[in-house]
């Protein structure tokens, strides 16, 4: 079974950057998509983005087009997202997946292994 261990989260300025790490451990990220989703406290989890095994493709919410940029080193079992133009409402606790499928999906239940979440707050 892969362990998902996620990093980088942290405060940042309105504007300001920040880069999500996803490590995989136990088992090789192999060839599933992988995906990040976010919750804040009250409401549901989030998708946020997702990319396919060999990273060809890459989908992505509506409010984060443009401003975030997920990636993947399969060689290395990490998963990636660039987060730029940060807003205050992109504040949350954020998840790095790993889906049963080969394919970018948006489907929460197609994600059956979970890390542990890294807070990110984004505040002047």
């Known amino acids: 079974q892969v362990q998902l261990l996620e990093s980088g989260g942290g405060l940042a300025q309105p504007g300001g950057s920040l880069r999500l790490s996803c490590a995989a451990s136990?088992?090789?990220?192999?060839?599933?998509?992988m995906g990040w989703f976010r919750q804040v406290p009250g409401k549901e989890r989030e998708y946020v983005a997702a990319?396919?095994?060999?990273?060809?493709?890459?989908d992505y919410v509506e409010s984060v087009k443009g401003r975030f940029t997920i990636s993947r080193d399969n060689a290395k079992n990490t998963v990636y997202l660039q987060m730029n133009s940060l807003k205050p409402e992109d504040t949350a606790v954020y998840y790095c997946?790993?889906?049963?499928?080969?394919?970018?999906?948006?489907?929460?239940?197609?994600?059956?292994?979970w890390g542990q979440g890294t807070q990110v707050t984004v505040s002047s």
């Open positions: 997946a790993r889906s049963s499928r080969t394919v970018v999906t948006r489907n929460i239940a197609d994600f059956g292994s």
């Open positions: 990319i396919s095994w060999r990273g060809v493709t890459t």
């Open positions: 136990g088992r090789t990220l192999g060839s599933a998509a």
